[in-house]
């Protein structure tokens, strides 16, 4: 089976299609300028997945997803992670993340990000990748307030365990 899309360090270049997909795909995208910064951070790490038009021989190479990690200290922040909402289910996020950890030369690297508590499909894509809610972010998105799950990936989550994580806690996301 042929990979989901072709995985590749993101470019300034590739930001017009970025921004495309972002608006796409949320309701409070983010700002080209927010883009800029994070590419321009050399501790970071960038990526973008591409596809090819359904005829492989001269189908147009198109920007389908794309991910945004920065580094702080030795934990490794997954910023935002995107796939375009006509290609979703298709394994493009996944591929996206797999990449982001193949890259990294640490293989006990801790990763941490947010997500939003009602993203069900992104909760259960990163529990999959050894991700665990290790507390709750009252309040995260400006746009509705909603609440945002902290999660890990560690040595030890990926045995189920949240031992090596730093101030984890109860989660209980708030009903408002």
């Known amino acids: 089976m042929s990979p989901p899309a072709e995985i590749r360090r993101l470019s300034y270049a590739d930001l017009p299609q970025v921004i495309a997909v972002e608006r796409r795909a949320f309701a ?61 289910r298709a394994g493009i996020a996944t591929a996206l993340l797999d990449s982001l950890v193949e890259r990294i030369d640490d293989p006990d690297a801790p990763f941490t ?21 290790a507390g709750v972010r009252r309040r995260y998105y400006a746009d509705n307030q909603e609440d945002a799950l902290i999660m890990w990936r560690t040595p030890m989550t990926l045995r189920g365990r949240l031992d090596d994580v730093p101030n984890a806690g109860p989660v209980m996301p708030s009903k408002s």
């Open 113 to 133: 990000l947010e997500v939003r508590v009602s993203n069900v499909p992104a909760i259960r894509l990163y529990e999959r990748l050894g991700f665990l809610t």
């Open 28 to 88: 409070t995208p983010w700002s080209l300028a927010m883009f800029v910064l994070e590419l321009s951070k050399p501790s970071g790490i960038c990526l973008a997945a591409w596809r090819r038009g359904s005829d492989e021989e001269v189908g147009e190479e198109r920007l389908v997803g794309y991910l945004v990690c920065s580094r702080y200290d030795t934990v490794w922040h997954v910023m935002n992670v995107s796939v375009d909402p006509t290609d979703r």
